[in-house]
């Protein structure tokens, strides 16, 4: 509280508090038991917080009441949860005055914490921003942990205050040191340059794959028709038009093609739906891009036909008939 406080007199700083963590700090999840409730156990959001972390963020009060400064001084078994969290885990219901214990995710058997009193609701303050749909979260007071992040807002550049910082954390105490300094968006931008990262990966594989996978069934349909080549110089010379050798092709390379598209279409559909379980929020169902690859494979397999089709054609009647 007291670097806190020195904090706040820097030039320019209008709100400081500290955190276990903020929006766009690795996760801190817990499993919570929720007292009186059959609801399962279930891994969610944590934050132990100080002072003026909620006016920071931005969020107010919307039920209840926040923590007194007696609480967060003493670490007292109270705490705060979001709206997700009393739509999610209490299906809606009244959340004050509920009791909450939270048990650590490393190992679900090991003894709980105190159990903490719920005194108020906030909104969500996105601290987990990978999958919004699973947000429930849980505050509770700061306590003694050997690292926390100081958050600052305020009205002049964040590089300005480094120095400062560095120096009040020196001035305060041996052990005390500051580890690293950044802004919120370069905080941001760092799970999403390893996202992103992950995605053009993902996307340069899946390019490689549709590539080889269109070459293959261009290679495979090509040598289907061209092991036919004497039959249709056959059919030629027992009377069968152009037009009949082709469509006779045709047809056949389309029934294979769509069997396959067929089944292809529901295996791509049925990984799909195993995308739900990522922990991350993923697009579930991308019928234009699965449209696309069909689409593509299914041209690369009626392009294989034209060379195989010109050379059967080409073929004349009498000298399919002698090599028969």
């Known amino acids: 509280e007291e670097i806190r406080q020195e904090v706040l007199r820097l030039p320019g700083v209008r709100m400081a508090a500290f955190g276990s963590r903020f929006p766009g700090n690795e996760a801190q999840r817990s499993y919570v038991e929720i007292e009186g409730s059959e609801t399962p156990l279930a891994l969610t959001e944590t934050a132990e917080i100080t002072e003026g972390y909620l006016e920071l963020l931005g969020a107010e009060i919307?039920?209840?009441?926040?923590?007194?400064?007696?609480?967060?001084?003493?670490?007292?078994?109270?705490?705060?949860?979001?709206?997700?969290?009393?739509?999610?885990?209490?299906?809606?219901?009244?959340?004050?005055?509920?009791?909450?214990?939270?048990?650590?995710?490393?190992?679900?058997?090991?003894?709980?914490?105190?159990?903490?009193?719920?005194?108020?609701?906030?909104?969500?303050?996105?601290?987990?921003?990978?999958?919004?749909?699973?947000?429930?979260?849980?505050?509770?007071?700061?306590?003694?942990?050997?690292?926390?992040?100081?958050?600052?807002?305020?009205?002049?550049?964040?590089?300005a205050w480094t120095a400062q910082l560095v120096e009040l954390a020196a001035r305060t105490g041996p052990m005390v040191r500051v580890q690293w300094t950044k802004t919120?968006?370069?905080?941001?931008?760092?799970?999403?340059?390893i996202f992103r990262g992950l995605g053009i990966g993902f996307l340069v594989l899946g390019a490689l794959a549709l590539l080889l996978s269109a070459a293959s069934i261009h290679a495979i349909t090509a040598c289907a028709v061209t092991s036919r080549t004497r039959e249709l110089g056959i059919r030629q010379a027992l009377g069968a038009g152009t037009g009949r050798v082709v469509t006779e092709v045709l047809r056949r390379s389309a029934a294979q093609l769509a069997i396959g598209a067929t089944l292809g279409g529901a295996l791509a559909a049925a990984l799909l739906r195993l995308s739900r379980a990522f922990p991350w929020e993923v697009r579930s169902g991308?019928?234009?891009?699965?449209?696309?690859?069909?689409?593509?494979?299914?041209?690369?397999?009626?392009?294989?036909?034209a060379q195989p089709i010109r050379r059967a054609l080409a073929i004349r009647p009498a000298d399919a008939m002698r090599s028969e």
């Not at 939270?102 to 679900?108: F, G, H, K």
């Not at 919120?184 to 340059?193: A, I, N, T």
């Open 286 to 305: 991308n019928p234009e891009a699965l449209a696309l690859v069909v689409a593509v494979l299914t041209l690369s397999g009626f392009a294989a036909l």
């Open 184 to 193: 919120l968006d370069e905080q941001m931008r760092e799970p999403v340059l």
């Open 62 to 159: 919307v039920a209840g009441r926040g923590f007194t400064p007696g609480e967060l001084a003493d670490a007292l078994p109270v705490a705060l949860v979001n709206e997700s969290f009393v739509r999610d885990r209490l299906g809606g219901a009244n959340a004050l005055g509920r009791r909450v214990r939270v048990v650590p995710e490393s190992d679900p058997a090991a003894e709980p914490r105190p159990w903490s009193t719920i005194v108020g609701v906030v909104p969500d303050v996105g601290l987990n921003p990978g999958n919004p749909d699973n947000a429930a979260a849980v505050l509770t007071p700061l306590a003694d942990i050997n690292i926390m992040r100081l958050a600052i807002r305020g009205d002049s550049e964040p590089a």
